[in-house]
């Protein structure tokens, strides 16, 4: 499939509630590659993925850990349409999906993947674990090692204790990447 032509696309539900496609942003061949889950409100105004508050923390402990900037990464989703009132996408919609983070993986040249949230966690590494027992060990999958951590939202949400744990999920990928 053409990356380019899932600006159109209708292949699941989420095509008559969103207001754009959110592909991706930054360049095929970053060194490091985020994957979060779907695009929120600010996303899916703004055409770009983690644009908003999430965003905001994400690069800036990206920045700290690994001084990298979000033009040094690839950054996209599971599902690149925001699902109603930011629910969790549902099975079809991770499935429908999956062809265009397919046809990203082919355009790809770096091997280290950062995921966020369950959802991402889950999709790209297989596993069926909770959060607290996928965080932080890489998988290595599809010729490219994973490296789950926790969303940027529940971050947001729950404070420091969430913030510490991402920070040392990205010291595991500062040493992939060294
Ligand atoms: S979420 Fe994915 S499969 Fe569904 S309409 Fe959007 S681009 Fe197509």
Redesign the pocket.
Same mark, same amino acid.
């Given at each position: 499939m053409d990356i380019h032509s899932?600006n159109e +696309?209708? &292949? +699941?539900a989420?095509?008559q509630t &969103?207001t754009t !496609?959110v592909v991706g942003s930054g360049p095929l061949h970053a060194a490091l590659i985020v994957i979060g889950e779907a695009p929120g409100k600010s996303e899916d105004e703004g055409g770009a993925p983690f644009i908003g508050r999430s965003g905001q923390l994400l690069f800036s402990l990206i920045n700290e850990e690994l001084k990298m900037n979000r033009e040094d990464c690839y950054v996209t989703n599971v !599902?690149? +349409?925001r699902p109603p009132d930011n629910r969790t996408p549902l099975a079809p919609?991770i499935a429908? +999906?999956a062809p265009?983070l397919e046809a990203q993986r082919a355009l790809w040249s770096g091997q280290v993947v950062l995921t966020l949230g369950l959802t991402a966690a889950r999709v790209m590494t297989g596993s069926k674990a909770p959060m607290k027992d996928l965080h932080g060990i890489p998988v290595v999958r599809h010729n490219l090692t994973f490296v789950p951590t926790y969303h940027p939202a529940a971050a947001l949400r729950q404070g420091p204790s969430v913030v510490a744990v991402m920070r040392a999920d990205l010291a595991v990928v500062r040493g992939l990447l060294s």
């Open positions: 899932a +696309c209708t &292949r +699941c989420l095509s &969103r !496609v !599902v690149k +349409c919609e429908a +999906c265009w």
